[in-house]
Protein backbone atom coordinates (compact mmCIF):
# COMPACT_ATOMS: atom_id res chain seq x y z
CA UNK A 1 0.00 0.00 0.00
CA UNK A 2 0.89 3.49 -0.55
CA UNK A 3 -0.28 6.71 1.31
CA UNK A 4 -0.43 10.14 -0.49
CA UNK A 5 -0.94 13.24 0.99
CA UNK A 6 -1.28 16.60 -1.27
CA UNK A 7 -0.46 19.90 -0.18
CA UNK A 8 0.30 23.33 -1.96
CA UNK A 9 -2.93 24.12 -2.97
CA UNK A 10 -4.90 27.57 -2.61
CA UNK A 11 -5.96 30.70 -4.45
CA UNK A 12 -4.02 32.66 -6.82
CA UNK A 13 -4.35 35.75 -9.40
CA UNK A 14 -3.77 34.53 -13.11
CA UNK A 15 -0.51 34.68 -13.82
CA UNK A 16 0.63 33.83 -10.36
CA UNK A 17 2.20 30.76 -9.65
CA UNK A 18 2.04 27.98 -6.87
CA UNK A 19 4.02 24.39 -5.82
CA UNK A 20 1.88 21.56 -4.98
CA UNK A 21 3.42 18.59 -3.06
CA UNK A 22 2.66 15.19 -2.28
CA UNK A 23 4.20 13.19 0.23
CA UNK A 24 4.22 9.22 -0.53
CA UNK A 25 4.91 6.16 2.32
CA UNK A 26 4.42 2.92 2.43
CA UNK A 27 6.72 1.92 0.13
CA UNK A 28 9.97 2.43 -1.62
CA UNK A 29 9.34 5.55 -3.74
CA UNK A 30 12.29 5.52 -5.87
CA UNK A 31 10.42 2.04 -7.23
CA UNK A 32 7.14 4.45 -7.95
CA UNK A 33 6.13 6.56 -10.86
CA UNK A 34 4.57 9.62 -9.96
CA UNK A 35 1.71 11.32 -11.54
CA UNK A 36 -0.33 14.71 -11.22
CA UNK A 37 -3.61 15.10 -12.52
CA UNK A 38 -6.73 17.17 -11.90
CA UNK A 39 -10.47 17.18 -12.18
CA UNK A 40 -12.28 20.65 -12.58
CA UNK A 41 -16.23 21.19 -12.01
CA UNK A 42 -18.30 19.18 -14.02
CA UNK A 43 -15.35 18.16 -15.89
CA UNK A 44 -13.71 14.78 -16.22
CA UNK A 45 -10.25 14.25 -14.70
CA UNK A 46 -7.06 14.84 -16.57
CA UNK A 47 -3.94 14.07 -17.30
CA UNK A 48 -1.20 16.89 -15.72
CA UNK A 49 1.71 15.32 -15.61
CA UNK A 50 4.19 12.57 -15.14
CA UNK A 51 7.80 11.58 -13.90
CA UNK A 52 9.46 8.16 -14.21
CA UNK A 53 11.62 6.71 -11.79
CA UNK A 54 14.39 7.78 -12.42
CA UNK A 55 13.38 11.61 -12.39
CA UNK A 56 14.88 12.19 -15.90
CA UNK A 57 11.85 11.01 -17.97
CA UNK A 58 8.74 13.37 -17.65
CA UNK A 59 5.29 13.61 -19.99
CA UNK A 60 3.26 16.83 -19.37
CA UNK A 61 0.02 17.62 -21.07
CA UNK A 62 -0.49 19.90 -24.32
CA UNK A 63 -2.04 22.18 -21.76
CA UNK A 64 0.59 22.91 -19.42
CA UNK A 65 3.73 22.11 -21.52
CA UNK A 66 6.08 25.47 -20.42
CA UNK A 67 4.23 26.61 -17.54
CA UNK A 68 4.17 23.54 -14.96
CA UNK A 69 7.44 20.91 -14.32
CA UNK A 70 7.01 17.73 -12.58
CA UNK A 71 9.77 16.86 -10.42
CA UNK A 72 10.73 14.23 -7.44
CA UNK A 73 12.86 14.45 -4.33
CA UNK A 74 13.54 10.29 -3.93
CA UNK A 75 15.48 11.38 -0.40
CA UNK A 76 12.36 13.19 0.82
CA UNK A 77 9.84 10.89 -0.49
CA UNK A 78 8.05 13.81 -2.41
CA UNK A 79 6.95 14.73 -5.71
CA UNK A 80 6.19 17.90 -6.42
CA UNK A 81 4.24 20.10 -9.39
CA UNK A 82 5.07 24.05 -10.05
CA UNK A 83 2.94 25.90 -11.41
CA UNK A 84 3.80 28.66 -13.49
CA UNK A 85 1.71 31.48 -15.53
CA UNK A 86 -1.21 30.11 -13.81
CA UNK A 87 -4.95 30.36 -16.10
CA UNK A 88 -8.29 30.28 -14.88
CA UNK A 89 -8.89 27.00 -16.98
CA UNK A 90 -6.15 25.39 -14.57
CA UNK A 91 -8.64 25.72 -11.82
CA UNK A 92 -9.19 22.06 -10.46
CA UNK A 93 -8.78 19.44 -7.72
CA UNK A 94 -5.18 18.28 -8.38
CA UNK A 95 -4.27 14.62 -7.73
CA UNK A 96 -1.21 12.76 -6.71
CA UNK A 97 -0.73 9.44 -8.33
CA UNK A 98 1.23 6.48 -7.64
CA UNK A 99 2.29 3.31 -9.63
CA UNK A 100 4.39 0.37 -9.30
CA UNK A 101 3.97 -1.07 -12.70
CA UNK A 102 7.54 -1.69 -14.43
CA UNK A 103 5.80 -0.72 -18.02
CA UNK A 104 2.77 1.11 -19.26
CA UNK A 105 2.33 3.00 -22.50
CA UNK A 106 -0.40 4.85 -21.23
CA UNK A 107 1.10 7.00 -18.46
CA UNK A 108 -0.87 10.08 -19.41
CA UNK A 109 -4.10 8.15 -18.53
CA UNK A 110 -5.59 6.80 -15.14
CA UNK A 111 -5.56 3.24 -15.43
CA UNK A 112 -1.74 2.47 -14.50
CA UNK A 113 -1.95 4.32 -11.23
CA UNK A 114 -2.55 1.96 -8.18
CA UNK A 115 -2.58 4.72 -5.60
CA UNK A 116 -4.41 8.30 -5.21
CA UNK A 117 -4.21 10.94 -2.82
CA UNK A 118 -7.16 12.88 -1.95
CA UNK A 119 -6.63 15.87 -3.85
CA UNK A 120 -5.83 19.06 -3.37
CA UNK A 121 -7.54 22.49 -4.19
CA UNK A 122 -6.05 25.24 -6.53
CA UNK A 123 -8.61 27.95 -7.85
CA UNK A 124 -7.07 30.60 -10.19
CA UNK A 125 -8.70 34.22 -10.33
CA UNK A 126 -8.90 36.75 -13.49
Known amino acids: QVQLVESGGGLVQAGGSLRLSCAASGRTFSSLVLGWFRQAPGKEREFVAATMRDGRRTYYADSVKGRFTISRDNAKNTVYLQMNSLKAEDTAVYHC???????????????????WGQGTQVTVSS
Open 97 to 115: AASGRLYSSTWDQGAPYDY
